[in-house]
């Protein structure tokens, strides 16, 4: 059951939405906000290159551990400015709560065909210099994580259309707005920034974004906002069927055998879920997940109440996702959502991601969605890769097997 999404939907048309200017540094929204954007000179692009191509000669993928452990190093070595950057983006919470990075040219050609599937993943990855240039700007906010429920427990997720998913409210769908969100609300352990890179974007599909400092907080009932009285589910993306510290089995490709508890999925990864809770993938990431590994399990049953807002109350954190949050139990707590939900949907602006953008959206600041969009699935359809990122890998460790594993299970 979700939010009376009939309200939602009357709200959404309120939209003031105004397109990002491309041509030109600051860009403004539609309120006039200046919009956190460094443009890569040609110098800083052939420095990068050069480290990018001694990086490359030691790893061979962006999900090898031990390419991940050195990336906050590593990333010490791209220029200076982007540095800068992002940690002014980190630790000044610039409105609004988003910022990019333009101007690394990507290949159309070098990165083949949009796949049909994330399942689908060539190896080694013909975009693996982008790939890693994502992780290395990733690293100067946080540590990147994953999800055992989602795709697969891969740190860095394909977002295209896949034709299943057509109608579905997750980033492969593509005929469904998606709905304004932070980024797996439903979880005490959802990143702090979630990273957006675009490789191809033909139709030129708008990422939607407003922040909590672009809203009229007087108008919103910030007091109640702040107080335990609201639900959110897991959203759709969360596929249990990839949990892989769940020790059955399902029809995507996994085997069971029975006592030793061990699976095998399509990509050689290996689950062994018996008494030892082991879970090894084909990437190498081995870990031993606790007997309690409490803090995923609950979300996944009973909702807990939760606060939406947090921090503090004049410019505070959000944690919000209307799709998949059940209506509140008392009035009180209805309208102070649903009048929260107007304001956001009030501000809600575009920004229109081209080849070589790199995104990273303060996922405790800023709510972000997409336009719908008609899919060609003939290999040229939008295709973005995304991370998620934490700033303190400590929070999550009774769900992760180990110190440095990167997956939450
Ligand atoms: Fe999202």
């Not at 990086?55 to 061979?60: A, C, D, E, L």
Request: net charge negative; glycine share 8%.
């Amino acid at each position: 059951m979700v939010l009376a999404i009939e309200e939602v939907t009357a709200l959404a048309e309120l939209d003031c939405l105004v397109e990002f200017t491309r041509n030109g540094d600051p860009t403004r929204d539609s309120t006039g906000m200046i919009m956190n954007q460094l443009t890569l000179t040609d110098s800083e692009v052939k420095m990068i290159g050069r480290q990018l191509a001694d990086i490359m000669s030691r790893y061979t993928s962006v999900e090898d551990p031990d390419f991940l452990n050195s990336s906050a190093v590593i990333a010490h070595e791209i220029p200076t400015r982007v540095r800068k950057f992002l940690n002014d983006f980190k630790q000044l919470e610039p409105p609004p709560g988003i910022c990019l990075i333009s101007g690394y040219p990507v290949s159309d050609a070098g990165i083949g065909r949009t796949p049909t599937h994330w399942k689908h993943r060539p190896e080694p990855s013909p975009m693996l210099e982008m790939e890693m240039l994502f992780v290395l700007m990733a690293s100067l906010l946080g540590d990147v994580i994953g999800w055992a429920t989602q795709q697969d427990g891969y740190l860095i997720h394909d977002v295209l259309p896949i034709k299943e998913d057509e109608y579905s409210q997750i980033g492969t769908g593509s005929q469904q707005l998606i709905w304004w969100h932070n980024e797996d609300a439903f979880h005490p352990y959802r990143g702090d920034y979630v990273g957006l890179m675009c490789l191809r974007n033909p139709d030129r599909v708008a990422t939607t974004f407003a922040s909590v400092d672009m809203i009229r907080l007087e108008h919103c009932s910030v007091r109640t906002l702040f107080e335990p009285r609201f639900t959110i589910r897991p959203d759709e993306s969360h596929d249990l069927s990839n949990d892989l510290s769940n020790d059955l089995g399902n029809g995507n490709g996994h085997s069971v055998n029975g006592n030793g508890h061990t699976v095998n999925n399509a990509n050689g990864r290996s689950v062994n879920n018996g008494n030892g809770h082991s879970v090894e993938n084909g990437n190498g990431h081995s870990v031993q997940s606790p007997e309690h590994n409490g803090a995923m399990r609950e979300p996944f049953g009973r909702p807990r109440k939760i606060a939406i807002m947090s921090g503090d109350p004049s410019s505070p954190y959000l944690r919000l996702d209307p799709y998949f949050m059940d209506p509140p139990d008392d009035d009180e707590a209805q309208q102070a959502l649903t009048g929260l939900i107007g304001e956001i949907d009030s501000k809600l602006s575009e920004v229109v991601l081209n080849p070589g953008d790199i995104l990273f959206v303060d996922n405790y600041k800023t709510v972000h969605g997409r336009r719908p969009f008609k899919a060609r699935y003939d290999g040229s359809d939008r295709w973005l890769k995304r991370v998620n990122i934490t700033r303190d890998l400590r929070r999550s460790r009774d769900s992760r097997g180990s110190c440095t594993s990167r997956v939450i299970i």
